[in-house]
């Protein structure tokens, strides 16, 4: 699998793979423990090195720790630290550097790779405090790039203040908001970009709307671009490519709970990019109002 720079010219040190590990699923309602366990492990024997989690994904930050902390010089981790500390308020200083130690704790690792501010409200980034909580877990050797995960204001918020090594934010056929000009600036300033949800859900699975908040938009913009319609084209294929070979994508981190769709997104990245008349006519297919829909959070 190919490695890239991952931010600042590679200054960070780190390299990702262009696939990541989106371990979002390794929670006990999508897999068991020993089917986290079996995945975990065998991603990285695929050469896949960026494993992406967070404090809210259940229990995956714990399997993480119980199933591959014994190999960690095999990967780049990333999570996400805001809340969830007990008896100390969300969004504070606080919170932060308790939620790194405990983060490292559960990881059972010494260092963190990169720690974002998880879909943190624009207010309390530009108070400060939780920014210079993850600067001070820096400074102190337990993170290597402090990063902001979310969209839209805080997003320009985050790229703009100068603070951040790293954003990770939604990037797929139905959210192109970033492509224009968020991530030509991410490149310029030698921030690293992570593009989350890069499925958009994989919607063309299903046959009517979803409920859930983020599927059920996808499926909107999906109809409205006319891509329903379209239905013998191998989406898997085709959204997956658009994104990975995005330049300024350092890494995009597919969400799954099963080896077999690992493996698939793992060929499809393989392959390269999009022919360009195919991006081009992605690309078209968001103009007009639909060129303002906003990244899902
Ligand atoms: N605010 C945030 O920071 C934030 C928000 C959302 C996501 N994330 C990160 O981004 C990662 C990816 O997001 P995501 O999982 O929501 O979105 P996604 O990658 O767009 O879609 C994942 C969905 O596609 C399915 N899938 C994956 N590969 C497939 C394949 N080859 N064929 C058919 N279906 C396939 C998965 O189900 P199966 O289990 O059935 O494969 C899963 O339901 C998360 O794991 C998380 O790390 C961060």
Same mark, same amino acid.
């Given at each position: 699998?190919?490695?890239?720079?991952?931010?600042?010219?590679?200054?960070?040190?780190?390299?990702?793979?262009?696939?990541?590990?989106?371990?979002?699923?390794?929670?006990?309602?999508?897999?068991?423990?020993?089917?986290?366990?079996?995945?975990?492990?065998?991603?990285?024997?695929?050469?896949?090195?960026?494993?992406?989690?967070?404090?809210?994904?259940?229990?995956?930050?714990?399997?993480?720790?119980?199933?591959?902390?014994?190999?960690?010089?095999?990967?780049?981790?990333?999570?996400? $630290?805001?809340?969830?500390?007990?008896?100390?308020?969300? *969004?504070?200083?606080? =919170? %932060?550097?308790?939620?790194?130690?405990?983060?490292?704790?559960?990881?059972?690792?010494?260092?963190?790779?990169?720690?974002?501010?998880?879909?943190?409200?624009?207010?309390?980034?530009?108070?400060?405090?939780?920014?210079?909580?993850?600067?001070? =877990?820096?400074?102190?050797?337990?993170?290597?790039?402090?990063?902001?995960?979310?969209?839209?204001?805080?997003?320009?918020?985050?790229?703009?203040?100068?603070?951040?090594?790293?954003?990770?934010?939604? %990037?797929?056929?139905?959210?192109?908001?970033?492509?224009?000009?968020?991530?030509?600036?991410?490149?310029?300033?030698?921030?690293?970009?992570?593009?989350?949800?890069?499925?958009?859900?994989?919607?063309?699975?299903?046959?009517?709307?979803?409920?859930?908040?983020?599927?059920?938009?996808?499926?909107?913009?999906?109809?409205?671009?006319?891509?329903?319609?379209?239905?013998?084209?191998?989406?898997?294929?085709?959204?997956?490519?658009? $994104?990975?070979?995005?330049?300024?994508?350092?890494?995009?981190?597919?969400?799954?709970?099963?080896?077999?769709?690992?493996?698939?997104?793992?060929?499809?990245?393989?392959?390269?990019?999009?022919?360009?008349?195919?991006?081009?006519?992605?690309?078209?297919?968001?103009?007009?109002?639909?060129?303002? *829909?906003?990244?899902?959070?």
């Amino acid at each position: 699998m190919e490695l890239r720079d991952f931010g600042n010219g590679g200054k960070s040190g780190l390299r990702v793979s262009a696939l990541g590990f989106g371990a979002m699923h390794l929670n006990d309602e999508r897999t068991t423990e020993r089917e986290a366990g079996t995945l975990l492990n065998a991603v990285l024997d695929l050469g896949v090195n960026l494993i992406d989690t967070a404090r809210g994904y259940g229990l995956s930050e714990e399997r993480i720790g119980r199933h591959i902390a014994h190999r960690r010089d095999d990967y780049v981790l990333s999570t996400k $630290v805001g809340y969830g500390i007990p008896d100390v308020p969300d *969004w504070t200083y606080d =919170c %932060i550097v308790q939620g790194v130690d405990a983060a490292l704790a559960r990881m059972r690792c010494e260092v963190l790779d990169i720690v974002h501010l998880h879909s943190c409200p624009l207010h309390v980034l530009e108070q400060g405090d939780v920014i210079r909580g993850l600067e001070d =877990c820096q400074r102190a050797g337990k993170i290597r790039v402090t990063a902001y995960s979310g969209d839209n204001a805080e997003l320009d918020f985050a790229l703009n203040s100068g603070r951040f090594g790293a954003v990770q934010t939604s %990037i797929s056929l139905c959210d192109q908001v970033n492509l224009d000009s968020r991530l030509p600036l991410a490149q310029a300033r030698g921030i690293g970009v992570i593009a989350k949800r890069p499925l958009a859900g994989a919607i063309w699975r299903f046959a009517e709307r979803p409920d859930s908040y983020a599927e059920g938009q996808y499926w909107d913009r999906w109809q409205a671009m006319g891509f329903a319609a379209q239905g013998s084209r191998d989406w898997n294929d085709t959204a997956l490519r658009f $994104v990975a070979h995005q330049p300024g994508v350092a890494s995009s981190i597919v969400g799954t709970s099963k080896l077999a769709h690992f493996k698939q997104n793992l060929a499809v990245v393989e392959r390269g990019p999009l022919e360009a008349e195919l991006q081009r006519e992605l690309r078209a297919a968001l103009t007009g109002q639909r060129q303002d *829909w906003p990244g899902l959070i």
